[in-house]
DNA sequence: CTCGATGAGTTTTTT
DNA sequence: ACTCATCGAG
């Protein structure tokens, strides 16, 4: 490949970060700058200028998506497999070195990994046993002081026990938490990154083979790195000056969960001969997109510094609108949509961002009254959901019987009879033989303990794991997912589980098969070679929970809060809900740090626009079930006037004359037709066809018709400037 | 075990 | 207002 073809499609500052002779790096990538290209362009140009062999690059994102774009793009560019290149998210690299490495890590070969939803229920059971009350001890706190301690390095023991008995409790949960987890053979994600760091700082062999080995090591999005993954980062680049890192502080916005956006200092102080380059031209947005970014942006302290431009015009002015209230918004929202589309544009061009998931529901209601396909970001995602997490602990229990979280998932679903008394009397034996839940159970089958009929039911359950293992030997892992789906009885459960829901199941767990043949077909990492299969898949299902929702491809609107658009770009951008209260959230208000990290959060937002940006409120708000009349966000006014221009919304918009009823979908058509509006849902009279309700409406002005669902003469359109509909 | 009542909480999310 | 989880009754 030419040299011309790496160096030419890039801008001078980005040439200056690709080409720079080796050295401790720091580039400040704007929203919109082509922080990815310099990357990918940086890992060619080591490769074939430097002549790096891929072997020694370490490439580190946050995300699965990141790491496989990355790696896509770089294959694209070189034309060759980048196969043998580490490159992954930092609990991935951690999880393959951990395996690696396991004995010396003193961790069982078939160690396994708890997704945050196993912590919990973990952090719960250990509750019960320790015989504390979940009102004073909340699970969700425990978990995220667990969590927390890890990310900064800290273990139950290296904290000094503390005077306050509250605070006493919650080193003794962790103390405990550590301890059921190393005998069950199970690591967190924090203790990823943990253990890693931990085995690299206390085995200067191990460390210095993968400092030599690496020879450069590239990060992306660095400024949501924690301690533990900075740390980890010195260790491996310490004094070498070999370390490269993409990042934004403007776009930090994951302190919450342990992000620390000083890092970007402290690898400026740790790093003495770093160079610096900045990003600011912008390839995506207009000027006033951009200017108005750049104002608000400008509030914050301490920061690094950026401003972005473009070489395009300024594009059109931001578009704020007042909303009366938060259905006002949707439809408003869902109109212009509406409209957008009318003109060609393509659905998935077109974004609603929120502050919080809930927001959702008002912007789904309006689209689906205007018949627009929409998909929303979130929620569950594959390997999350009940029913495969049901079939992937029996696959784990058949790899290691003493993971007890996956044994008590199991040990009655689907319902066995085996009930709580018999699962009281297993966990006490195992507390008093401080061994697993399988060893004690297979003890109590053979004492004398259980009543007879609950002693059958247990060492039947026992013998079904030990047959299904036994059966499972040697098979490819589909086999192993087909047999362990049947055989468990799970599919037979969710098929008596009445509804769709049940069909659902029985099909996710039918994918779960497939799911299971795909990745047994793609080629094993050379890595990981010596790993079962199963443990593989285990791991990957942990480590990569997959996506949310299906149907990337339909044309849809796209609906997801402000966190989920990090990264992504749209024509036309809608940020709602810009309320102090709201956005800013209420828990920011007060704290000025966190009040930065929801500034920077409507910069992430505003950033993603490339060329239309709207702006909402609501001067109303229903929230918890009480009307709120909130302020307009405070980041509104942050942004020079120049830059907005007010929107009205052309006609008259209705707003509702009585109460709804109850039962009622909760959703005014805002019909504008002389100054009268109507409710879906609402009751209208006509003079030749009788009683009706609305269904649906569309269109406005002379142009609004509505469909009525008649009694007498059926379902019809009608043109309301013709039509003389009466409320009823 | 399944259903319905009751009560608490209600930003953001990856790995 | 609404969801989610737990708890008690059938």
Sequence with gaps: MDITALVDPLNPAQRDAVTAPASAMLVLAGAGSGKTRVLVHRIAWLMLVEQVSPHSILA??????????????????????????????????????????ARETGLPETFQILDSDDQYRLIRRILKTLELDEGRFPPKQIQWYINAHKDEGHRARHLAESYEPFERQLQRIYRVYEEQCDRAGLVDFGELLLRMHEFLRDNPEPLEHYRRRFRHVLVDEFQDTNA????????????????????????????WRGARIENLHRFQHDNPNHRLVRLEQNYRSTGNILNAANALIARNEGRLGKDLWTSGGSGEPISLYAAFNEQDEAYFVADRIRQWTLEGHARSEAAILYRSNAQSRQFEEKLIALGIPYRVYGGLRFFERQEIKDALAYLRLLSNRNDDPSFERVINTPTRG???????AIR?????RESSLWQAAVELTTADVLPSRARGLLGAFLQLIDKLAR???????????????????????????????????????????????????????????????????????????????????EACVQLMSLHSAKGLEFELVFVVGLEDGLFPSMQSLEDPARLEEERRLCYVGITRAKRKLYLCYAESRRLYGRDSYPRPSRFLREIPAEHLEEVRMRGHVSRPVTAMPKGEPGVFAHIAAAGAGFKL????????????????????????RVQVNFAKAGTKWLMLAYAKLEPA
């Design 471 to 553: 059966q499972a030997a040697g098979k490819a892992l589909q086999e192993q997912v087909q047999l362990i789906v049947e055989g468990s009885g799970l599919i037979d459960h969710y098929l008596k589980e009445k509804g769709e829901q049940g069909e659902t199941r029985v099909e996710n767990l039918k994918e779960l098969v497939t799911a299971a043949r795909q990745f047994d077909n793609e080629a094993p990492a050379a890595d990981e070679e010596g790993m079962a299969p199963l443990d593989r898949f285990l791991a990957h299902a942990a480590l990569e929970a997959g996506e949310a929702q299906g149907d990337p491809f």
């Design 428 to 432: 006490d034996l195992a507390k008093d």
């Design 60 to 101: 580190v994102t946050f995300t699965n998506k990141a790491a496989r774009e990355m790696r896509g793009r770089i294959e694209e560019l070189l034309n060759f497999p980048a196969g043998n290149m580490w490159m992954g998210t930092f609990h991935g690299l951690a999880h393959r070195l951990l395996r690696r490495h």
């Design 681 to 704: 849902g609402q009751r209208v009279t006509h003079a030749s066809f009788g009683e009706g309700v609305i269904l649906q409406a569309e269109g406005e002005g002379s142009q609004a």
């Design 228 to 255: 533990i993954q900075y740390a980890w980062l010195q260790l491996l680049t310490q004094g070498k000056d070999n370390l490269f890192v993409v990042g934004d502080d403007d776009q930090s916005i994951y302190g």
């Design 418 to 424: 085996i009930g709580t008394r018999t699962v009281d």
